[in-house]
């Protein structure tokens, strides 16, 4: 699996520091709200079970998987609700805990999704952003790194279902995914 990456993009070590960071500011931001984090299955749950522990104030957590509809791997940005979140979210303060923010189709949509539901607030969190794959414009209130444009792996994301439990981000081989 190692041999599998060309660099490694950010450390175990950065990454701890930097969602207890996050953790911290959402603690302050939050403090007189009804916070439910709502994890995007999977990519996101490394990032989540962290965030979670970093957070000092009280707030619930939940789960969705989408899938964006669209052939092969280009996104379309329709998103399809695999699993939802269990409670009505109306009077609860969202925020959105997402592994990394590529074009934006994805996010869009959803928040298009959410916002619908009448949530006391909706904001998104999201541990990565590769602005020079942007398409839509997403608002986001956390971010932790700000990657190039490149493919990459571990701390729950993946390639064809791997490297999710790689303990850093790493920069995947091109031979690999070619
Ligand atoms: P988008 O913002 O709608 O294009 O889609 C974002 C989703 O694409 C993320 O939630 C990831 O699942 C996936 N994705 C985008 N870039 C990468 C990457 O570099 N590695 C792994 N997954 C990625
Ligand atoms: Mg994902």
Redesign the pocket.
């Known amino acids: 699996m190692i041999n599998d990456i060309e660099r490694v993009l950010v450390t175990e070590e950065e990454l701890d520091k930097k969602v207890k960071e996050i953790g911290k500011k959402i603690s302050e931001d939050y403090k007189d709200k009804n916070l439910l984090l709502v994890s995007?299955l999977k990519?996101?749950v490394a990032f989540m079970a962290d965030l979670m522990r970093a957070i000092t104030v009280p707030c619930q957590i939940d789960f969705m998987s989408v899938s964006?509809y669209g052939s092969g791997a280009k996104?379309s940005?329709v998103v399809k609700i695999i699993k939802d979140i269990d409670v009505e979210i109306e009077g609860y303060d969202i925020l959105i805990v997402?592994?990394?923010?590529?074009?934006?189709?994805?996010?869009s949509h959803l928040m298009e999704i959410l916002k619908a539901r009448k949530a006391k607030s909706i904001k998104i969190c999201t541990l990565l952003s590769?602005p020079d794959?942007r398409?839509v414009h997403v608002d986001v209130s956390y971010e932790g790194f700000v990657i190039p444009d490149?493919?990459?792996?571990g701390y729950g994301?993946?390639?064809d279902e791997k490297y999710r439990n790689l303990p850093y981000i790493g920069v995947l081989k091109p031979e690999i995914y070619n």
């Open positions: 995007i990519g996101s964006s996104t940005g997402e592994d990394i923010l590529d074009s934006g189709l994805t996010l590769k794959r398409k490149e493919f990459v792996v994301l993946d390639f």
